[in-house]
Structure formats: C-alpha cells, structure tokens
Nanobody, 127 residues
Framework: QVQLVESGGGLAQPGGSLRLSCTASGFTFSSYAMHWARQAPGKGLEWVSGIYGGEISGSGSDTYYADSVKGRSTISRDNAKNTVYLQMNSLKPEDTARYYC???????????????WGQGTQVTVSS
C-alpha cells in the first residue's frame, strides 16, 4: 500500500533553515506529482509546494510554490531514492505548522489534488 513517511522537522530559530524529507513506497514514485502542505494550529490546510512527476519532471519548469514560501523554499525529488524534499530557508514564526507530504493522483502538480497523505512532521520556528 502507499506509504509516505516524513522526517526532518524540529525546532528552528527565525532566519534558520530546515530540510524536510518524505520517503515514499507502494507506487511508482517517479510517475506522480508530490506536494507539501501544512496546517498551523487553529488554521486550515495550506498547500505549500508541488513538483511534477512523469515526463515533465526535470524539465526545469516543474515546481510550484505558495506565495507564503516562494523565494524561501525549494522542493526537489530524487526518484532513485523515492524521496521528495522541501528545503526551507529564512524561516519565520508563521512557518510553524505540521508539514505533510502528499501524493498527487497523476503527474500533474495541481494544488489541492491529492490522494494520499503522510503522518506529518512538526516544524516550530521560535527564538
């Protein structure tokens, strides 16, 4: 069955960096879009970033970001390792949330189009 396991969360200071990882199993990883989404306490789910899978992956124009993280975050994938990453820099307290790795139902990285979720990893940004 599909499994998505996140890691890399933790406590970071404002201005710091974290790299989240998500290792996938149970499906042909390279063929599917992958996303990161987050949920802060008392708030709804926010899509953070997505990366295409399939033949579009690696074209150089296959990643998308929410305005809230654009310019501070980079999503990438290593299909040989079945892993997707989210590098987050210049962290802000408002980045505090539980971050989820999410699989798309196709190769197209469409925000809000998901079919499987991981358990999440907590990111706390505080001095």
């Amino acid at each position: 069955q599909v499994q998505l396991v996140e890691s890399g969360g933790g406590l970071a200071q404002p201005g710091g960096s974290l790299r989240l990882s998500c290792t996938a199993s149970g499906f042909t990883f390279s063929s599917y879009a992958m996303h990161w989404a987050r949920q802060a306490p008392g708030k709804g789910l926010e899509w953070v970033s997505g990366i295409y899978g399939g033949e579009i992956s690696g074209s150089g124009s296959d990643t998308y970001y929410a305005d809230s993280v654009k310019g501070r975050s980079t999503i990438s994938r290593d299909n040989a390792k079945n892993t997707v990453y989210l590098q987050m820099n210049s962290l802000k307290p408002e980045d505090t949330a539980r971050y989820y790795c999410v699989k798309g139902p196709s190769g197209a990285a469409i925000a809000g189009s998901y079919d499987y979720w991981g358990q999440g990893t907590q990111v706390t940004v505080s001095s």
